[in-house]
Structure formats: structure tokens, C-alpha cells
């Protein structure tokens, strides 16, 4: 298929890497020289072969993600955002790790599903820190859970050979205190593994 590049492969993989992503985002690592009208027009003729599919939320711009069809051509695991109900806190993912990405420790992340790790996080990010290289599960909590849900997965990621640390990400206060609360009841081995953030303009 003529439209089928290497460039165009490449965009498919990495709007799959991060399930859902934003065109202005996209434009900035695939642009390539081109400008945002010429970009968008690309954009407009994959939706328009049925491999990508764009749509409007909030103020973020235009979102895009891959059909069933475009994650055919893709290394990475279709997402069907119209039976799972997950598409806001996705994109809110998303945003989030981007976000964490411009910190000069962190080298490289994604929000696909880490398949070595049965606990599977929101999101992995490889980062280096004194010549050490560790890896940083990002958990992105929208809504708060059962205090004995949130001990039990603690302890699973500090009992986990595959992660190094844990971040929580939150925009309530609540949970970011409730949150607090359990970690001071734990074991230090295991709470020095977990690490607490609140982003109140997560949206």
C-alpha cells in the first residue's frame, strides 16, 4: 500500500506508544520539517484511510489514536477506547508522562502496558541517575481507592524486581493524604520505594 511509509509506520507506532496523543504533541517529534497546516493535512488523510482517528476533548486541541485498522501496522497492542471506558484517564496519562519526560533524569517512558511486571502501571519510564540506569513505574490516580487496595499494591511494587520506585500522581488533596497516611503505617524498606506527587492542574 503506497501510503504505507516508513515515515507513516513510524507515526502509527508512536501514537500507539502513548495510546492516545495529542497532534500539536505528535508534530513536535514527527514533523520533520513540515509545517502544522502541511502536518495536519498528513494527519487528515490517515483518518480518512481508516488508520488513525482524530476527535476534540477539552482544551488540549486535537487528540489522536489509532483504529483497529491502523494498529494492524503497529508493534504495539490495539486499544478499543469504545468498549473500555478508559479514554480520559489515557489521555490524562499521557499528558502526565509527557510532562515528567522533560526532567533531564528521565531518558526515554511510555504508557503502554508493561508486559515484564504482572502489576502493570499507568506508564514506565527509563531514567539514569549517577551512571545507574532504574526504572520508574508512574501510577496516575484520578479517583481514590479502598485504603486496603492501595496497601496491597505498595507492598506488590515493593516486592517487584522489575521496578526500582513507584510515583503516584494525583490532583486531589484527599487522596494525596490518604495516600500519605498508608505509607507512613509501612515498613521504611518499602515506603522508601514510593513516592507521592500532587499535580492539582491535572486535567
Same mark, same amino acid.
Given at each position: 500500500?503506497?501510503?504505507?511509509?516508513?515515515?507513516?509506520?513510524?507515526?502509527?507506532?508512536?501514537?500507539?506508544?502513548?495510546?492516545?496523543?495529542?497532534?500539536?504533541?505528535?508534530?513536535?517529534?514527527?514533523?520533520?520539517?513540515?509545517?502544522?497546516?502541511?502536518?495536519?493535512?498528513? !494527519? *487528515? /488523510? $490517515?483518518?480518512?484511510?481508516? =488508520?488513525?482517528?482524530?476527535?476534540?476533548?477539552?482544551?488540549?486541541? %486535537?487528540?489522536? @489514536?489509532?483504529?483497529?485498522?491502523?494498529?494492524?501496522?503497529?508493534?504495539?497492542?490495539?486499544?478499543?477506547?469504545?468498549?473500555?471506558?478508559?479514554?480520559?484517564?489515557?489521555?490524562?496519562?499521557?499528558?502526565? !508522562? *509527557? /510532562? $515528567?519526560?522533560?526532567?533531564? =533524569?528521565?531518558?526515554?517512558?511510555?504508557?503502554?502496558?508493561?508486559? %515484564?511486571?504482572? @502489576?502493570?502501571?499507568?506508564?514506565?519510564?527509563?531514567?539514569?541517575?549517577?551512571?545507574?540506569?532504574?526504572?520508574?513505574?508512574?501510577?496516575?490516580?484520578?479517583?481514590?481507592?479502598?485504603?486496603?487496595?492501595?496497601?496491597?499494591?505498595?507492598?506488590?511494587?515493593?516486592?517487584?524486581?522489575?521496578?526500582?520506585?513507584?510515583?503516584?500522581?494525583?490532583?486531589?488533596?484527599?487522596?494525596?493524604?490518604?495516600?500519605?497516611?498508608?505509607?507512613?503505617?509501612?515498613?521504611?524498606?518499602?515506603?522508601?520505594?514510593?513516592?507521592?506527587?500532587?499535580?492539582?492542574?491535572?486535567?
Amino acid at each position: 500500500m503506497k501510503l504505507l511509509t516508513a515515515e507513516i509506520i513510524e507515526i502509527i507506532n508512536e501514537i500507539a506508544r502513548w495510546k492516545a496523543i495529542t497532534q500539536r504533541e505528535l508534530f513536535k517529534t514527527h514533523g520533520r520539517g513540515k509545517t502544522y497546516a502541511n502536518f495536519s493535512i498528513k !494527519m *487528515k /488523510s $490517515l483518518e480518512r484511510a481508516g =488508520l488513525i482517528k482524530g476527535f476534540y476533548e477539552g482544551n488540549k486541541g %486535537k487528540y489522536l @489514536i489509532l483504529t483497529k485498522n491502523g494498529s494492524q501496522f503497529s508493534v504495539h497492542p490495539y486499544m478499543d477506547y469504545e468498549s473500555s471506558g478508559s479514554l480520559i484517564h489515557d489521555l490524562i496519562c499521557t499528558a502526565v !508522562m *509527557k /510532562s $515528567l519526560l522533560e526532567h533531564p =533524569l528521565f531518558s526515554s517512558g511510555t504508557a503502554l502496558d508493561y508486559v %515484564k511486571s504482572p @502489576i502493570q502501571p499507568d506508564g514506565v519510564i527509563y531514567a539514569k541517575r549517577y551512571g545507574t540506569s532504574y526504572l520508574l513505574a508512574v501510577e496516575v490516580e484520578l479517583n481514590q481507592k479502598s485504603q486496603k487496595r492501595v496497601h496491597e499494591k505498595f507492598v506488590k511494587y515493593a516486592n517487584d524486581p522489575e521496578f526500582h520506585h513507584v510515583l503516584y500522581v494525583t490532583q486531589k488533596r484527599s487522596v494525596y493524604d490518604a495516600y500519605g497516611k498508608i505509607l507512613k503505617g509501612l515498613h521504611e524498606e518499602i515506603a522508601s520505594r514510593i513516592a507521592l506527587c500532587l499535580a492539582p492542574d491535572l486535567s
